[in-house]
């Protein structure tokens, strides 16, 4: 039930429906649980609801620590 | 996004791991609450190494269709059994849960009713716009995750006035249990790894008790490798700082004070009940029912659904121990032969997020290290 992985938005209709590409598969999703979503973004879709969005700013530091570990460890 | 799963940054990150348990002197028992940690854990092969590395993993109650006791399948399945010109929509893994009574999977439906399976309750309010001939009731379990989805739609039904729709829930809260297993003292755990998605919509002050009253340490995971591993370190670092808190590791995805639309939502049509668990019993105010207001799009209340609670299990399951922590699968004697996939006999071998069905998916990798 639980799609782990984030999808990007591809479209937003008037009543907050729209579609999202997951993986290659374009799936129907509700977007009312979110506000200001627009096409682009990347969400975390649970039984047909996008339930929140990505933020790329700590999606970057979390890589960078997950680089900085192996960094240290291989020293 | 590849150093989310990159197996050198994996061995970096279990030899901090290994070298902070060293420090320690002492190995260290960290529950994953939510199944879908428990499928990256053991899909990834990272049980034993993290074992060497000084932590022993244990699965919690993180599974919907596990937790939900048998009584309330078999609610459903008189439904489908005994009602005509019924549809029954479903999330997939709730069909196939063994009772006393059979499964949904392999019920005879009553004249012209059916069962059809569904992946959003939104997809069974459709049915019911579409089918206004006859009932639909959408028939769902879920935590925190899933709740507002169900929530969304209820108020839709009312909003449009679908007067054929209604569902049969199993909606349940994370910290309550969490509370319970702590209070039940039966698992020695260490630290908590919490769960990523329910964190999405809740936040992470409502695991703030869990370091405050019971001195538990804690990290909201993600669901790559490496954000487990993350997690499990930074719980490491609370307990060599004797300094329990809520720290989160799933950045990315978790705002600290959760998704405050899907939380409007879940309090503005659903209200807190005591509710039986399978295995961890009844706990208070751990489960959600619709409030009064709503009460017509509620399947027990409209078709006065009798859910005698207590005593369903089938005799011989050993779930219930599983989902407190007490054994690990294969410690069960059903696990891999009266007990499989493609035969299930309990629901921890149901659902993917099932603790029985992940140990035998993964297995052989497991004896592999």
């Known amino acids: 039930m639980c799609l782990a992985i984030p999808a990007q938005v591809t479209e937003i209709d008037a009543d907050g429906r729209g579609k999202i590409d997951y993986l290659g598969t374009k799936v129907k999703v509700d977007f009312s649980l979110l506000e200001n979503i627009r096409p682009g973004d990347w969400v975390i879709v649970h039984a047909g609801f996008a339930i929140t969005r990505l933020d790329e700013e700590e999606a970057r530091e979390t890589l960078s620590l997950l680089r900085e570990i192996a960094e240290a460890q291989g020293e | ?369």
């Open chain 2, 1 to 369: 996004m590849k150093e989310l799963r990159d197996g050198s940054i994996t061995r970096a990150l279990l030899g901090q791991i290994k070298g902070k348990t060293s420090r320690l002197g002492r190995p260290v028992r960290i529950m994953e609450v939510c199944g879908t940690h428990t499928m990256t854990i053991h899909r990834y092969g990272l049980k034993v190494p993290l074992e060497e590395a000084g932590v022993d993993m244990v699965s919690g109650p993180g599974c919907p269709v596990c937790i939900t006791p048998n009584e309330v399948h078999e609610a459903c399945l008189d439904l489908v059994t005994q009602k005509e010109n019924f549809i029954l929509a479903s999330f997939g893994d709730m069909t196939r849960v063994p009772t006393r009574k059979g499964s949904l999977q392999t019920a005879v439906p009553a004249r012209s009713s059916l069962l059809k399976i569904v992946y959003s309750p939104e997809e069974a309010l459709a049915l019911a716009r579409a089918h206004a001939d006859k009932e639909v009731v959408f028939f769902g379990a879920g935590f925190e995750t899933t709740i507002p989805a169900i929530a969304v739609t209820v108020k839709r039904a009312a909003a449009e006035r679908v007067g054929n729709f209604s569902t049969l829930t199993a909606l349940w809260l994370i910290p309550p249990a969490l509370r319970a297993i702590l209070l039940a003292g039966e698992t020695s755990i260490s630290g908590f790894l919490y769960p990523g998605h329910v964190s999405a919509i809740i936040g992470l002050e409502p695991y703030r008790f869990i370091a405050e009253e019971f001195g538990v340490p804690g990290a909201v995971a993600g669901f790559e490798p490496n954000d487990i591993l993350l997690g499990i370190s930074s719980v490491l670092d609370q307990i060599m700082e004797e300094r329990p808190d809520v720290r989160l590791e799933y950045g990315r995805v978790v705002n600290p004070s959760g998704n405050p639309v899907a939380r409007a939502v879940m309090e503005e049509m659903l209200e807190p009940r005591d509710a039986l668990w399978r295995g961890l019993g009844r706990i208070p105010r751990s489960g959600l029912v619709l409030k009064d207001s709503y009460r017509a799009y509620d399947a027990r209340t409209r078709y006065g659904l009798h859910v005698s609670e207590g005593s369903g299990d089938l005799p011989g399951c050993r779930c219930g121990e599983v989902l407190r922590g007490l054994i690990s699968p294969p410690q069960c004697p059903l696990f891999g032969k009266a007990c499989g996939p493609d035969s299930p006999f309990g629901p921890c071998m149901v659902s993917f997020e099932g603790a029985c069905f992940i140990h035998h998916k993964y297995k052989i990798k497991q004896r592999m290290g």
